[in-house]
């Protein structure tokens, strides 16, 4: 950044009132000339005095008494006269000798308070004036730094000092040239100290010049950083979005030559529970470990960035085959997955990974970017901690994922899902002692669709709180008007369990519908308890305390620990169909299933089996002491007009699990 003389000294005024004057440093003075205010005050008093004198002796010379003494007065006159001027010259030279030192002093303290050091040569290159800031900046020694010294002299003293490293004779002449041109001139020189002067040079127009000397080292420091913090993430060095869209810029025009290179984007799994369970702090040191390993994992070539997040993204240059490629994502992957120690707590995560190739997935920035990350939704969406090359098809995907994303939050916003009741048997009593409620979505043009596929876009986006409030609702409403045996369990979601008023929307549900406590089960699954299960289970008895039973629902599927059992007493374990599946065969699951409802009775908990769809594997329940069962072979969900009769149905008929 050029930075001029001060405004105070410019190359005209320095021209035209420092000309023929040195010293104004170190003391030497030289009287400047008088003010003209002065020199026309002498002149009106001299002539006054003049005037006045041949007046009197005109006067005088008309008066025939006074003829005798005229050359005696006249003679006092000139006396008197001579006098008068006498004392007003010694005023005048007093007070041009005090406004002269005032003058010397405020030029002295304004030179010597600049923060640069300035320099003033005259036509032949000698110094005319000098502040004080010049001799501190460079260590300089004021028996050779002086008025009248050559500028060559000033230079040579500089490379002998050792504040200047370059040849003498070269840069003199080189300022010399410039300034006998007029030109300007901007310079920054680096000392040996590691400091950087940027020095100007003014010509001035009755020649000489004027260079001021500033010290930018902390300016082109702090211009550093803040090109740095413009480019680069703070908290893990890396590369920032910005600086990666540049460089992919580069990389694209590669490809015009025949080059190729891949674009990986990465998602760390499950970062937000990290944050969450163990705070910022250990997220943070998180970040930055993770950061260290995927620069390992590449080469100097390649091109490591933090876009924002936990969302990394690579640029593996000069690609010859897809096994490369293949080969990096497997380091990514081991190094990610290698345990951390942030702060103290262990970590354990996992990545989904995206991959884009260029210019065959896209020749501009845009294009490929957005393919990568395509591909990187497409590795969470296969349950994540894979990783997915991009295909043609994945934009297809996405389109119509985004359509169905904007279909349910019409669908949300109407209240035209469903909810469907799929009743629960006691196996000792061979009654129906519950319904789960089920939720449907009749889509007006595709007809029903799954939940699996629409729960995970309700999860994705938010809708699933409000989705889940609404099931909390309806699903009240509709058992209040059940037989009073028969107990409602709904699923709440680990999103909507996070909040911190879902005791509160419990609670209201309950008042409004009429249905007591003890007939609402709340089914919530393990992954509610890995990512903070403090807060897990201060949320579990807070529930508990408004009356409503809790379940464990797909108990054995997720990262089940028996401490959870022990740590809250859960009212019921609901057995995974996984388990049933395979229940019947030779050196199945059945060994399992005996040792959770094991587990269940030690801890006075009711268990419960899903998915039954065989009188094999009803009776195989029976035997190994299963308390409940839900599945086809009783009955699938049904809507609620249709749940009203099958309860009545059981009723007239004493229908029941044979």
Sequence with gaps: MPIEPPAAITATSLGRSAAGRTGFYDGDSSVRRGPIRWLVLCGIILIAAIALGTAIAVGSFRHAAALADWREQTRLLIGLTVLAVAVILSLIVRQLLRENQLSRMR?????????????????????????????????????VIKPGRLFRDVMKHRKETGSFEGDVEEFCSTVLQNVAE???????????????????????????????????????????QIKRLAHYDALTELPNRALFRQQLERELKGTKRGEQFALLYIDIDEFKGINDSLGHPVGDDFLKSLARRLKDCTRETDFVARLGGDEFAIIQTAVSTLTEVKDLVTRLHEAIRRPYECLGPHVLTDASI??????????????????????????????RRTFRFFE??????????RALELDLREAIRTESLELHYQPLVDLGSNEVTGCEALLRWRHPERGMISPAEFIPIAEDTGMITELGEWVLRTACAEAATWPDQVRLAVNVSPVQFKSQTLPLKVAAALAASGLPANRLELEITEAVLIRDDEAALDMLHQLGAIGVRISLDDFGTGYSSLSYLQRFPFDKIKIDRSFINDLTEIDGSSSIVQAVVNIAVARNMTTTAEGVETQQQLDLLRSLGCNQMQGYLFSAARPPGEIQKFFRSCESTDQAVA
Aim: aromatic share 4%; proline share 2%.
């Design 107 to 143: 030029l002295d303290t304004a030179l010597n308070n600049m923060t640069q050091g300035l320099m003033l040569y005259d036509a032949s290159s000698r110094i005319v004036l000098f502040n004080r800031r010049y001799i501190e900046m460079y260590g300089l020694s004021l028996e």
């Design 182 to 224: 007029k030109k300007l001139t901007h310079t920054i020189l680096e000392t040996k100290a590691g400091r950087s002067v940027q020095i100007v040079n003014q010509p001035l127009i009755e020649g000489g010049w004027v260079a001021t000397h500033e010290d930018i080292t902390e300016l082109r420091r702090s211009e550093a």
């Design 354 to 383: 995206g991959v884009a190739m260029a210019p065959v997935d896209g020749s501009d920035i845009d294009q490929l970017i957005k393919n990568a990350d395509l591909a990187m939704y497409d590795a969470k969406a296969a349950g």
């Design 392 to 401: 043609p098809e994945m934009d297809a995907k996405a389109k119509a994922r």
